[in-house]
């Protein structure tokens, strides 16, 4: 899971972000600083030692131009910011309760939870959906042929009902969410973009974040701003 915070405040004021491109590299830790690999992951960024990202405000056409793969038939933005409304987002009014709610009441006992790491996966694979046009997964994930561990890399069963939810999918085969529907958002908010200023170590391209704080526009430019990362438990399957 990503935080982005301005440096050296403390992990616990950052924000959750989100990665806008599914394809580009994820943040990394230059290797030339001999940083301990036994230095907690959540700690590494208060150094300085992850980098720099610009946070900007959104426009329509910034959204179309960095999602460069873009589904065709979506506004991306509108698409992508209904997603983090109904998603795990930091904010008044989300969703989470009512998700987690839905959860407890199915009558399935490995149901009766959602994990924090489960609905940020969800999330996340929603806004790739719109942001790289990635291929909708329309089978539940315990019913594919593959290990514990690449289901991990991807969603559980769990996630991949909420990631069903959030692309307005009402009527899901065995969902606790079938009886919610999308809220709308108010159309005059925006989520800020966050544009990295350095390349990765490899020299590969970093990722832009996006926000899950819901904001007026603004009309001035934003001061750079610092990104750590914050080490997300890894999502456990039932099977």
Avoid: H
């Avoid at 990503?2 to 491109?21: D, G, H, M, Q, R």
């Avoid at 991807?154 to 939810?165: C, N, Q, S």
């Avoid at 999918?169 to 065995?174: E, F």
């Amino acid at each position: 899971m990503f935080k982005a915070t301005v440096l050296p405040e403390i992990i616990e004021n950052s924000i959750i972000a989100y990665c806008f491109n599914a394809s580009l590299s994820v943040p990394d830790i230059d290797p030339s600083i001999g940083i301990d690999d036994t230095i907690p992951l959540e700690n590494v960024g208060e150094n300085g030692f992850f980098p720099t990202y610009t946070k900007i405000a959104a426009t329509e056409q910034l959204f179309a131009n960095l999602a460069s793969k873009a589904k065709l038939d979506a506004n991306v933005m509108k698409s992508v910011l209904q997603v983090v409304y109904n998603g795990y987002r930091n904010g008044d009014n989300t969703r989470i309760q009512e998700i987690r709610d839905a959860f407890a009441k199915s009558t399935r006992d490995d149901l009766k939870t959602i994990s924090d790491a489960e609905l940020y996966a969800a999330t996340q694979k929603a806004i790739w959906y719109y942001t790289d046009n990635t291929e909708k997964q329309a089978t539940n994930p315990k019913d594919l042929a593959v290990d514990a561990i690449e289901k991990e890399a991807t969603m559980d069963e769990k996630a991949w009902y909420v990631y069903r939810f959030l692309l307005g999918d009402t009527n899901v085969a065995g969902s606790p969410l079938n009886g919610l529907t999308l809220n709308n958002y108010d159309e005059n908010m925006i989520l800020d973009l966050y544009r990295p200023t350095r390349v990765s170590t490899t020299g590969s391209e970093y990722p832009n974040l996006l926000s899950t704080n819901f904001v007026k526009p603004v009309s001035n430019e934003y001061k750079s701003s610092t990104v750590t990362i914050k080490k997300l438990q890894r999502i456990q399957t039932a099977n």
